[in-house]
C-alpha cells in the first residue's frame, strides 16, 4: 500500500508569484484535503476534494485554487503569493466509509521571499 | 467556527513519569483525531475515537473522548524520549458526502528528559 507522497519537499518563490503544490493520494482513498501549518501551530483546512470537485473550504482566499484528478491525486494553486503564505502545506487523504481517517503527506515547504 | 484548544502548550518532563494533555471544545465533533508529529514532517495518526465516552489504548498512551463529544484527553503512562514530539487533536465535522474536515488544536510540544 502507497502511502500519501507530496512534491516538491521544498519551495522558494517571491512575493507576487504563483505556485502548484501536487499530492497523490494513498491507494483506495477517494478525498483530498488541503491544510496550512505555520510555524509553531497546528495545521489550518484549506479545502477538500471529492468526486474532482470541491467539497468545503476554510477561510483562504479565493487565490487558493485547486484541483482533483480521475486517479484523485490533487493540486493546490496560490496565486499572487504573500509572505504570509511561507508555511508547511500539507495533503491529507481519506475515503468515505472508513471512518473518515485521513493520513498526510510529509508536507512542502514553502517559503515566500 | 469550531475552535480546539490544547493544554499545556509546552511540556517538559523526566523519562518514566506520566502526563495528560487535554483537548477541550464549546462544539460538538462526530470524531476526534490525536495525531504526532515530527519536525519538517506530516501528522502521523495516532488513534480515532468517535463514541462519546470512548476509551483507547494505544500500549502506554490512553486516549479518552468526553461524554458530550466535546473535549478529549491523552494520557502517557512512564514516558520515554521516542514519545518526544508535537502532539496534534483534530476535531471532525462531517461536510457533504459524508466527508470529514479536521479542525486542530494548537498542539501540545512534549519534551522527554532522559
Known amino acids: 500500500e502507497t502511502g500519501v507522497t507530496q512534491s516538491p519537499t521544498h519551495l522558494i518563490k517571491t512575493r507576487g508569484q504563483q505556485v502548484t503544490l501536487r499530492c497523490s493520494s494513498q491507494?483506495?482513498?477517494?478525498?483530498v484535503s488541503w491544510y496550512q501549518q505555520a510555524l509553531g501551530q497546528g495545521p489550518q483546512f484549506i479545502f477538500q476534494?471529492?468526486?474532482?470537485?470541491?467539497?468545503g473550504r476554510g477561510n483562504f482566499p479565493p487565490r487558493f485554487s485547486g484541483l482533483q484528478f480521475p486517479n484523485y491525486s490533487s493540486e493546490l494553486n496560490v496565486n499572487a503569493l504573500e509572505l504570509d503564505d511561507s508555511a508547511l502545506y500539507l495533503c491529507a487523504s481519506s475515503s468515505t466509509g472508513l471512518n473518515n481517517e485521513q493520513f498526510f503527506g510529509p508536507g512542502t515547504r514553502l517559503t515566500v521571499l | 467556527t469550531q475552535l480546539l484548544e490544547q493544554s499545556p502548550q509546552f511540556l517538559s518532563i523526566q523519562e518514566g513519569e506520566n502526563l495528560t494533555v487535554y483537548c477541550n471544545s464549546s462544539s460538538v465533533f462526530s470524531s476526534l483525531q490525536w495525531y504526532r508529529q515530527e519536525p519538517g514532517e506530516g501528522p502521523v495518526l495516532l488513534v480515532t475515537v468517535v463514541t462519546g465516552g470512548e476509551v483507547k489504548k494505544l500500549k502506554r498512551l490512553t486516549f479518552q473522548f468526553g461524554d458530550a463529544r466535546k473535549d478529549s484527553s491523552l494520557h502517557i503512562t512512564a514516558a520515554q524520549p521516542g514519545d518526544t514530539g508535537l502532539y496534534l487533536c483534530a476535531g471532525g465535522a462531517i461536510s457533504n458526502f459524508g466527508n470529514e474536515k479536521l479542525t486542530f488544536g494548537t498542539g501540545t510540544r512534549l519534551t522527554i528528559i532522559p
Open positions: 491507494s483506495g482513498h477517494n478525498t
Open positions: 476534494y471529492y468526486r474532482e470537485e470541491e467539497n
